[in-house]
Structures are given as C-alpha cells and as structure tokens.
C-alpha cells in the first residue's frame, strides 16, 4: 500500500529515573505485555527496543479503558533506560525520543539522577509523563497485582487512598519546584497545563494498562505532527556498534524516519568523519532469533550489516543516500558530530563514549556552574593526562571521564605528572567528586598563597613570655588574626619598622607559621626591646600595597579582612592615598 503524508509511525518512547528506582522493572513489565500478546498480537522484540503493536496496544487498554481511539500504530519502547541512553540515542537536530517516562519511587521523591533527568527532558524540551513506582509499598496496600492502577484503587481502604495521595501531593510539590506542574493523571482536566502522575506497581504489573493509555492519549492528541511517518529523508540512529570477527561491523539502529532496504547506501559518522557505507543485511528479532529483512520501515529497531569495516560513532545518526542528497548528507552529521557545548579559556577537560554522553555531562556542569576548557569523545589516555598538566592553573589540571576507560598508561601517568582523573557511569556522583576535589585544591592554593606571600595579620607581646631584649628579641606572642610566618617584616600601630621575624617555636619544635589563636616563641631580629617594640604592642604584617590592592577582591576571613582595614588607615598617615 502506498504510503501517504497522514500515516503515522510508532512513537518512541525513552524511560528516565533515577537508580534502584524501578526503570528495568518498568521495562520488563511492558516488555511482559508485548510477550503475552505475541502469539495474537504479533509483537516482536525487535534489537533495542520493544514494539507493542496497534492490536496489542487496543487489546491491553480497552480492557480497562472502554472506548478509547486508537490512531498510532503502536509504541516503540526504547529497551536501554536512563537518561544518558536517552542522551545518547539522538535525531538530526534533538532527542530522538517522542515522549519519555520519569520513573519516581513514590515514597522516596527526586533524587540527583531524577533532577538530571528533568533537565535533559527540558533541555530537549520532550513531553513526559511521571510513573510514580513503588505504590504496594505504602501502608495499608490491600492485594491486587497484573492490573490496571484505575481498579486497583477501587478496592483500596481510605487509609491507604489517604497515604498516597499525602506521597504524591510531595511528588507535586517537588516537581513545582522545578518548574513542572503536575497531577494525577486521572485528576488532570487539561493536559496541556499539567504533566500526568501515573501510580504504578512495576514488582506486581500494576498500572501498565494506564501508562499505555496515557501515552497513547497524549502521542494522539499532541504529537502527530512529529510523527507523521515520511519515506524522503530517512534517518536511524546508532545505539550500538558491534564489531563481530568474519561477519564485519554491525549497528544496531533506531530507525525513526521513512525506510531502509538490502542494498541501499548509508551516510553516518565515523572517528575519521563522514562515510559512507552500503547496507548488507537487514535484521530484527523474531521469534526464533534473528530475521533477515528486505525492507524496514520506521519506527523499528534494527541491526544493519555494513559492506565496510568503519569506526563508527555510537550515538550519531545515518542518513540514506539519494541521487543527490550526499554533499548534504555530510554537512549533517559534520553539523551533529561537534557537540553543542559551550567552551571556555579554563576549566575542566570532559571525555565521554559518545556526544550525547559529552552533552549530558556538560549540561550537568553547566548547572553546577562548572567551566569546561575540552570536550571530546573516547578513552582518557597518556596523552590527556600529559596535556592537562602543562596547564598554568591547577584548577584546570583535571580530567572527568564520563562511562569510558582509563588506560593503564593514562593511571601511570598520574602518578607522574600533576593532574587528576575521575570517572565513573553515574553523573551525579562524578560532579559530587569533582566538587569535593575542587574545593581541596582550592584549599591547597589558598595555603600555598598564604605561605609565598604575606597576610594581613596582627600579634600581642606578652609580657609574661620575655626571654631576650635584643640579637633578637625572643617573646612570647599571641597571634590575633591572620598567619604570622617566618620571615614576615613588622610595623606599629605608627608604620614604624618594628622587626623581622626569624624564627617561631612551640615548645621544642620549629615551625614556619602560626596561625589565629596560636601562642609561640618568636624570635624577632633589627630591634631591641623597650626600645622600639614593648610588652603589649600589637604588631602588624607589613604588607606591600599591591598585595592589598589583589586581597582587596578576595573573600577574605573577617578577622584577616579588619586587620587589613587597620593596615591601610596605619598606612595612610603617611600616604593618604595608600591602598587604592
């Protein structure tokens, strides 16, 4: 039958959450539908992804939901969740998603992986509807499982009804808080203004029958003008590239556009570039394993044997190729290939499996108000570890990987040469200990400042501690603010020279500084006793005017901030202009 501009394709669908909150189980439950149909409902598990098809689909929702239209041919359930999968598996110009699901235990809320999930869905602005998972745990759950949420419910007691809507009104709230507004779903007059709450049980197969509705509803209503399936520029999306000995390169695919025959020619992107390759063979999942294919049409999970041994990208797009699309063809996935993050002079360098990973991570940073210097796709080498080490700031002297490997030379080289790396597959907790690296550095530059220049900073002689008048005085002080080091030159209260500081001790052993609240032994040379210093004087760092001036825009201490107020006024009686 001939295709027209008002057949609609399979909407595809990505499932989002944070960890142990139910995704997997999620996806076994519709996976579960789409397999006990099979035999009536001619559902295939196709590669990457689960397609519940239009007569699975009417068969699951109208036993619960009685006379509900169904227009789309049935939905493709992206088999890989997470939304870093969900970053990963792109369309020529956003997500290749249509609609999401946000997994939330519902008696936990937004966790970190729920807040970047949320803000990968905004950032590719990508409607969603919320699974609030977990619901047979909630006190005073009464039987039920392999059911619809909507009959369930009935049979409930009000003490449990009570109790979960006390966990979903905190869900609502949560999301308010992050610009969502929520409800629901079965509460929700207009659908435009609010996102839908789903209650489900994904342990006892409880709510699925409502998610599909709800999906389906809203791909129905809302999205058929991105789905409407065209056969020009058809386009897939590589999930996976596998490299299988005598067989060649194979790439499991999402094809979301038009449709791809035995034969035809694919542009896609490689680590050299744009290529172009031929399509060999054509496969799904069936029911005894996998299937060789003419033609397949969108939506449709595939594996393509490629003609040629490439180095394909994960993450990027194919393109087929026409008579005369190929010049085209390349400026795409050149244009898809640089990842859309914004780089600045400083910051940290970012390397990730694929450029949707590279965006996912910098958007997170972005976030945390973190500067990225270089983005790039691969393993962290040597040669990373060796170039972030030359760089002048030691802010900038770190690497983030984010699900790729750290070589074995690359660990030998931190050994070596002055750099960090730290990697991990969770986004959250990388940002977590990038921040607590961040902070120690910071904490290393701020003491390593403190000790190669002066500090504003102030002591007291005390008078009880007077070991020696002069070559040198040797005192007991008190520091009161700031740090007093070795080597520190001293003024009054009249920006009198009133010393050098040559040495500090506390009791037997030497130190080279004191900081507030320390009382040491200080050794002070150039002066004598009862001549120019005297038993409680409080004696002043004499520190240079463009120290001042950098200190001056530093979130200095308090204590160390007054003092150097009462450095400039000593100092301005003698220079009115001091300081400024």
Not at 31 to 60: F, P, S, V
Not at 225 to 244: A, H, L, M, P, Y
Request: charged fraction near 30%; hydrophobic fraction near 40%; aromatic fraction near 6%.
């Amino acid at each position: 039958m001939e295709t027209t501009k008002k057949d609609l394709r399979e909407p595809i669908v990505c499932v989002l959450g944070h960890v142990d909150h139910g995704k997997t189980t999620l996806l076994d439950d519709i996976r579960g539908t789409a397999y006990a149909k099979r035999e009536i409902g001619g559902i295939t598990q196709k590669i990457g992804a689960t397609d519940i098809d239009k007569t699975t689909l009417k068969k699951n929702i109208e036993k619960y939901f009685k006379d509900t239209p169904i227009k789309i041919p049935g939905l493709l359930f992206i088999d890989t969740p997470g939304h870093v999968a969900f970053s990963n598996m792109r369309a020529m110009g956003g997500a290749l998603a249509d609609i999401a699901i946000l997994v939330i235990d519902i008696n936990e809320g937004l966790k970190p992986q729920t807040i970047e999930s949320l803000n990968i869905l905004k950032k590719y602005k990508t409607p969603f509807i919320i699974a609030a998972n977990k619901m047979d745990l909630i006190p005073y759950f009464t039987g039920g499982k392999n059911d619809s949420f909507s009959n369930v419910f009935k049979y409930q007691r009000q003490e449990y009804k009570d109790e979960l809507d006390n966990r979903i009104y905190k869900i609502i709230n949560d999301l308010y808080m992050q610009g969502i507004s929520s409800d629901r779903y079965d509460r929700i007059t207009d659908f435009t203004k609010s996102f839908a709450i789903v209650p489900v049980s994904a342990k006892l197969n409880i709510g699925m029958p409502d998610i599909l509705m709800v999906l389906t509803g809203l791909a129905q209503h809302f999205l058929e003008k991105n789905i409407q399936f065209e056969e020009k520029n058809t386009r897939g999306s590589v999930i996976e590239v596998k490299k299988e000995g005598s067989l060649g390169t194979t790439l499991d695919t999402i094809l979301y556009q038009g449709t791809l025959n035995r034969g035809d020619t694919i542009a896609l992107n490689t680590i050299e570039g744009p290529k172009t390759t031929r399509i060999k063979a054509l496969l799904i999942a069936g029911k005894k394993g996998l299937v060789e294919k003419d033609s397949v049409k969108a939506a449709s999970g595939i594996r393509i044997l490629i003609t040629d041994k490439l180095d394909v990208i994960s993450g990027t797009s194919i393109i087929k190729i026409n008579n005369s699309n190929i010049t085209d063809a390349y400026n795409e996935l050149i244009k898809e290939s640089k990842p859309d993050i914004k780089l600045s002079e400083n910051g940290v360098t970012i390397k990730a499996e694929a450029i949707g990973s590279l965006e996912a991570i910098a958007y997170e940073l972005e976030q945390n108000k973190i500067n990225i210097r270089s983005a790039e796709i691969g393993d962290i080498t040597k040669k990373d570890i060796v170039n972030i080490s030359t760089l002048n700031n030691p802010l900038d002297q770190v690497i983030v990987g984010f699900n790729v490997n750290l070589s074995s030379d690359a660990k030998d080289a931190i050994e070596t040469y002055s750099a960090m790396a730290i990697t991990g597959n969770v986004i959250y907790s990388i940002i977590e200990d990038l921040d607590k690296w961040l902070k120690f550095k910071k904490n290393e530059m701020e003491e390593e400042k403190k000790n190669s220049m002066p500090i504003p900073s102030k002591f007291t002689i005390m008078p009880d501690y007077i070991f020696r008048a002069a070559k040198p005085v040797i005192v007991g002080i008190k520091i009161l603010s700031g740090r007093v080091k070795v080597g520190d030159k001293l003024v009054n209260s009249n920006n009198k020279y009133a010393g050098t500081v040559q040495s500090l001790r506390d009791g037997d052993i030497n130190k080279q500084f004191g900081d507030k609240g320390s009382e040491l032994s200080c050794a002070i040379a150039g002066v004598i006793l009862n001549r120019h210093i005297f038993a409680n004087d409080e004696l002043y760092v004499d520190v240079p005017e463009n120290v001042v001036k950098e200190l001056k825009d530093q979130d200095l201490d308090p204590d160390i901030k007054e003092t150097m107020n009462e450095l400039i006024k000593i100092k301005r009686k003698d220079n009115q202009f001091w300081g400024f």
